[in-house]
């Protein structure tokens, strides 16, 4: 009986840890990933300017609106359609080993971020976009004012650029690019210098102008950072903030705002983020623009005259050490922790020491399927001790199942006495009814950290294993890999000691279908675990009993 509960939770818990994400894609609850560009680019210049070359242009007339703008929404011109540069505009290109930038003078925001070191799904060439082509909305680095008709003035005007380098390498590691804007009619002066680095995805960025009234917002822009909405059950989609030392990644129904002690701001997915870093913020702000569409920024108090708003810009991947490098405790947007509805400090604990040693692993080897391969046997050589005990009460239960079968026969109408005589029975067979629960119990924690790490981390996207297998991340095209570890799944059902009777056990044979079934939509790195793991446990269990077992009793 104990053995059969055991089995049913096992089930039960398998099956929400499996079975949630594909229900939810069958039922059409769960977000499709959106397109890495749903419409083309706005046509641009790709003349990069210098210090030598940029000429004022005069700013926008300003508008005579006096409504505060929406966060993110566009000036009324942009509003109506789509912003398109206007022979005048020109774009700015930055260009270093990790991405490609642009940057518009109309507005003085980014119209593009490429990494370089990281293909568009699906493809060989095409690098990582992660600012939303040919939205309506405006762009991020855009600044905006309680004022509308500065806010306007900001966005709509032509700025002037100067920049002091052409390339960022090794030789020249770092470059200064300034934008100026100059509204005589409003006696508006505005200037936003940002700082590249050549080896870095963050940019260090400052603001100061004269005459702004009201406070001042800095927009993230309308999905930067985010390549797929969507992409499974682990991992944040949407945006996440830490303010006065609390996170939150709960995406908003329609607009929130978080004041205090901003430390970041970030619009993320899976594998990809984008943050705002600010200096003395005084709130976050995050607003739902429609079906998949999330914007940020990140509110200042009105600045004084002469004195410069500062913050830093990270758009790139999520590689672990890169963002706990940055000590802002950005590095838990990857959630090692995550178990069923929530996160856990124990799954958490255990994920971290073993992210390290695959990675330590699969520096020798350059073959995550390998490293997945390797790390599994050393986890199962770490379990052997439990593994063995686990099998050793299951099988000290299977040899006391008769006489289990005759005190319940014997005492079922009265079931304190049945008890009572179970207890003796295993006493004096000095059997735990429970031993072969504990091992897997105790084991669970380090199977849903592995899960996780698998799941989520970056290092896996695209990793190649060997023939087919050309991303551990997606699943297996040809579902050779799920059909191989359905195969193991029955095999290891014939060699395990059950208790169950002949119906029990022919019902449990659905198990390895049903298992085959959810993992076909898994990744190909899970897989690969899952059936290492069990061709491990099936050579481990038949050398126990022609072995261990083979020469001495089990009781």
Request: proline share 6%; hydrophobic share 40%; with cysteine.
């Amino acid at each position: 009986m104990m053995e059969k509960r055991v089995i049913v939770f096992l089930v039960l818990s398998l099956a929400i840890i499996f079975g949630y994400d594909y229900a939810l894609k069958e039922m059409g609850w769960l977000p499709q990933p959106l397109p890495a560009s749903e419409s083309s680019a706005a046509p641009e210049t790709t003349q990069a300017m210098s210090s030598t070359d940029a000429s004022p242009v005069s700013a926008s007339p300003p508008a005579t609106s006096s409504q505060a703008p929406e966060l993110s929404q566009a000036s009324t011109n942009q509003a109506e359609q789509p912003s398109r540069p206007s022979p005048t505009d020109e774009i700015v290109i930055i260009e270093t080993d990790l991405y490609r930038a642009k940057f518009s003078t109309r507005g003085a925001t980014l119209t593009s971020w490429e990494l370089k070191r990281y293909q568009q799904s699906g493809t060989d060439s095409a690098p990582v976009q992660l600012v939303r082509q040919g939205s309506k909305f405006t762009g991020p680095l855009a600044v905006l004012t309680s004022e509308a008709a500065s806010s306007k003035t900001l966005n709509d005007g032509l700025y002037t650029v100067s920049k002091d380098f052409s390339n960022l390498d090794g030789a020249h590691p770092t470059g200064h690019m300034t934008f100026q804007l100059h509204d005589e009619a409003k006696n508006l002066l505005f200037e936003k210098t940002l700082t590249f680095h050549a080896d870095s995805y963050l940019v260090d960025i400052s603001m100061k102008g004269s005459d702004l009234t009201g406070d001042l917002t800095v927009g993230l822009g309308t999905n930067f950072g985010i390549v797929e909405w969507g992409d499974g059950l682990i991992g944040q989609i949407g945006s996440a903030s830490l303010v006065d030392g609390k996170s939150d990644k709960d995406a908003p129904e329609s607009e929130v705002e978080r004041k205090g002690a901003v430390q970041w701001l970030a619009l993320q997915d899976k594998y990809f983020l984008s943050v705002l870093i600010p200096t003395q913020a005084s709130s976050t702000l995050v607003k739902k623009e429609g079906d998949k569409l999330l914007s940020g920024g990140v509110r200042f108090p009105a600045p004084s005259s002469g004195n410069a708003l500062k913050l830093q810009l990270y758009a790139g991947p999520k590689e672990y050490d890169t963002l706990r490098a940055m000590q802002i405790g950005i590095e838990d947007t990857i959630d090692f922790g995550w178990f069923v509805f929530g996160s856990w400090g124990v799954v958490k604990a255990v994920a971290k020491p073993i992210f390290y040693v695959l990675r330590f692993i699969n520096d020798f080897t350059h073959n995550y399927g390998v490293t997945i391969i390797l790390l599994t046997m050393m986890l199962k050589v770490l379990f052997v001790p439990l593994q063995y005990k686990s099998y050793k009460s299951m099988k000290q239960m299977q040899v006391i199942q008769p006489k289990v079968l005759a005190i319940q026969e014997k005492f079922k109408d009265d079931r304190d006495r049945l008890n009572k005589e179970l207890i003796k029975l295993y006493r004096d067979h000095k059997v735990n009814p429970v031993g072969g629960c504990l091992p897997m119990i105790l084991q669970m924690p380090v199977f849903v950290a592995l899960f996780n790490i698998l799941y989520m981390t970056i290092d896996l996207r695209q990793a190649p294993f060997m023939a087919w297998l050309t991303d551990l991340s997606v699943q297996d095209p040809y579902y050779v890999l799920p059909i191989i570890m359905g195969v193991t799944m029955v095999v290891q059902q014939k060699i395990t000691p059950t208790t169950m009777d002949p119906t029990q056990a022919k019902i449990m044979l659905l198990l390895p279908a049903f298992m085959t079934f959810l993992f076909i939509n898994f990744p190909a790195g899970l897989v690969l675990y899952w059936l290492t793991n069990n061709v491990l446990t099936i050579s481990q269990q038949l050398i126990t009993d022609r072995v261990i077992f083979a020469n001495r009793p089990v009781l």
